[in-house]
């Protein structure tokens, strides 16, 4: 249909001009952000959430290219997350997860007002009855199906809980200490694997359904993880890494003590090392950004994990009895989403090798060593699923369409949802960003997306923005982003260019998909922020273009973004003339212990020198350009108190021109559809009054 070939063409860079007539935030940010894309095990059936201005509903198609249907009805912008989607063999059942994870207080995320406070509840849609509501099993998350289908596991507060999905029967599986983690079921349903969490380290332990007896694998005083039964179920293969105290993060680790792998026998219980990481580059263990599991075992006999030995995340093929690596992926770029391929003999994967801004559907064979390339142009694909009957499905975008299911059919990526779901999405008014490179004042080169504004003439003169984004683990794409985060800064970059902006995004040196050196780029973060010779070469890259207005040129950014942007502020306030930041960093040492509770500054003075020294607060004296401060108070990534500490330093500062726009009991990526609209909305008014 015409629709369906219009779609494509401007999904894979089809060259459209652009219309003089300009668009509101509302029809941008209409179109759905899709996530979640699974297959039913050992079928063809597709699942996956779209997300339509906050209304969050799962699709489901009984096969690739088949008409998909809506099987929820959820209608409101609540802020409720779907995830754990389960789509069960053999029957009409659809299991999964509605709300998000409980914050230090055991808090479950609520961002808006009501009665009842929100629960993380397993649900179950019967998809014969769409008619009907889906039901709520149990409170609990990280659902596992046993393989006959008709009982499931779940957690709830770190326990191991069992339900029959018949009857709606639950109980407690069994009582360990620490939280478990990582719920792996035996082929044959007889055993349950699972990670058990002990802060500084963790076993891997075995449940005997029949016997109910429970035992950890080879315990140790190290950190045991991702564990992955044989074919047979004979074996379970797991990830050993080294406890190491004093390593925090945000700082650089480019080495480490050897992680290795290791297989432990059921029936003897008895366990061996079958690889060790070199010392050097890869040491310290980098896995996939995605994937359902960081070691896979194939029907091969073969073990497929990731490892940075030359400086790329890549995979690596090993005998499940033991040996040499084999480098699956040779080539600059590094591998994001794995899983399985149906027989699985194979690994689906997408990595940005040969196109490193974007990222594309790639098959690796262990046995042979051979890699293929599936996907291909000038579109983003990741999250591969195999289906039964080898079709492999998997998550798209470009630069001017957000995220869709997808499938590849004649060598071309095929949308599996033709119609659209957001019908006044303005896609032939977006631009095309251009990859770019930057130089650093220390020297580095950085990467980039540029976003000119539609129709500029040569020579004319525009304010300009400059965009860090957060993680600081994360990579801006040429295009839609496979995070809804930055699904949405791209759409607003997108709309600042249009309202006549020159936009800057900048992929700063500690993010992903460069390699190990840019990603643990020397000095970064809390030991000494080496990014601030980014945000000047940002600066002093715009200023230089002659479409930019030097003196014009605002910087923005959430979370590590926000942190750099408050650094640009309180350093460089003769550069940037304005600024919004939305929770960021602002004193290190606060930030590290959110996430290592066991750091203490007065244990390690130098340590929490260095952190302050590279925080925004530590340059306050500098800072005179105004700020918009962004920020909700349920944050669970970077404490409310960042930025309460922060007004309350520039309100005692006294010539620092500041606004507040915060919401109430929303989390880190707001949950909220309408508060993002509200942060963009506000944000473009700022920079509107100030550029």
């Not at 050897?258 to 580059?281: E, N, R």
């Not at 990526?413 to 004042?441: D, G, H, I, R």
């Not at 960042?642 to 989390?667: A, C, H, T, W, Y």
Request: proline content about 5%; charged content about 20%; glycine content about 10%.
């Amino acid at each position: 249909m015409k629709n369906f070939v219009f779609f494509c063409l401007l999904a894979f860079g089809a060259v459209l001009s652009h219309a003089q007539v300009t668009f509101s935030l509302d029809e941008l940010m209409s179109t759905p952000f899709t996530s979640n894309l699974v297959v039913e095990s050992g079928g063809n059936r597709l699942a996956w959430v779209s997300n339509v201005n906050g209304r969050r509903n799962i699709w489901v198609t009984e096969k690739a290219g088949a008409k998909p249907v809506m099987a929820t009805n959820f209608q409101e912008d609540d802020g409720q997350e779907l995830s754990d989607l389960i789509l069960v063999p053999n029957t009409s059942n659809l299991i999964f997860v509605r709300g998000g994870a409980t914050n230090s207080k055991g808090e479950i995320p609520m961002p808006i007002s009501h009665p009842d406070w929100a629960k993380q509840e397993i649900w179950l849609q019967d998809l014969s009855k769409s008619s009907e509501p889906a039901r709520k099993l149990a409170q609990g998350a990280a659902p596992s199906l046993h393989p006959d289908g008709k009982t499931l596991v779940f957690l709830r507060r770190g326990q191991v809980f069992h339900l029959e999905l018949s009857s709606g029967t639950e109980k407690q599986l069994f009582q360990i200490r620490g939280s478990a983690g990582q719920l792996r079921w035996s082929p044959d349903g007889k055993h349950l694997a699972f990670v058990s969490n002990r802060e500084d380290h963790s076993f891997i332990g075995v449940f005997n359904l029949q016997t109910r007896d429970l035992r950890y694998l080879t315990p140790s005083v190290d950190l045991d993880n991702n564990p992955v039964w044989s074919p047979d179920g004979k074996k379970i293969a797991f990830i050993r890494q080294a406890h190491e105290s004093g390593f925090y993060l945000f700082l650089s680790r480019r080495t480490g003590l050897p992680w290795s792998i290791w297989t432990a026998d059921l029936a003897s219980g008895q366990a061996v090392q079958v690889w060790k990481a070199s010392p050097g580059y890869g040491s310290a263990f980098q896995g996939f950004f995605s994937a359902p599991n960081q070691v896979f075992w194939t029907s091969s006999q073969y073990l497929v994990f990731p490892w940075e030995s030359d400086g790329w995340v890549h995979l690596y093929g090993l005998p499940a009895n033991g040996g040499s690596a084999r480098l699956l992926t040779p080539g600059k770029g590094e591998v994001q989403y794995a899983n399985l391929s149906a027989d699985k003999s194979k690994v689906i994967f997408s990595c940005n090798i040969n196109d490193i801004d974007r990222a594309h559907i790639w098959q690796a064979d262990p046995v042979t060593g051979q890699s293929q390339q599936l996907s291909q142009g000038m579109g983003i694909e990741w999250q591969p699923v195999a289906c039964a009957d080898g079709t492999v499905a998997f998550l798209a975008a470009g630069s001017k369409v957000s995220g869709f299911a997808a499938q590849i059919v004649s060598g071309a990526v095929k949308p599996l949802l033709s119609e659209s779901l957001a019908p006044n999405f303005p896609m032939t008014k977006l631009v095309e960003p251009q990859a770019v490179t930057f130089t650093a004042t220390d020297g580095m080169q950085i990467p980039g997306q540029l976003f000119l504004p539609p129709n500029l003439k040569s020579g004319e003169k525009r304010p300009a923005l400059v965009f860090f984004h957060g993680g600081s683990r994360r990579q801006m794409l040429l295009g839609y982003h496979n995070l809804e985060y930055y699904h949405h800064t791209y759409a607003f970059n997108q709309y600042m260019a249009n309202q006549g902006y020159v936009v800057l995004a900048v992929n700063f040196r500690s993010g992903i998909g460069y390699g190990l050196e840019f990603r643990e780029a020397l000095n970064f973060g809390a030991g000494g922020c080496s990014e601030f010779n980014d945000v000047l070469g940002a600066n002093f890259f715009l200023r230089n273009h002659p479409n930019v207005e030097a003196k014009k040129i605002g910087i923005w950014g959430g979370s590590y973004g926000g942190y750099l942007t408050a650094m640009g502020l309180s350093r460089a306030s003769d550069l940037y003339a304005a600024g919004v930041d939305i929770h960021g960093v602002h004193d290190w040492n606060k930030v590290i212990k959110n996430f290592n509770p066991a750091y203490n500054p007065l244990a390690d003075p130098e340590m929490a020198r260095k952190a302050y020294e590279s925080s925004p607060m530590h340059f306050l004296s500098g800072w005179r350009s105004p700020v918009l401060i962004i920020h909700g108070d349920d944050d669970r990534n970077v404490p409310f108190a960042e930025s309460v500490d922060l007004v309350e330093s520039l309100r005692k500062q006294g010539n620092v021109e500041f606004e507040q726009l915060i919401f109430p009991d929303e989390v880190h990526g707001f949950l909220l559809h309408r508060n993002w609209k509200e942060a963009f909305k506000r944000t473009a008014d700022f920079f509107k009054r100030k550029l």
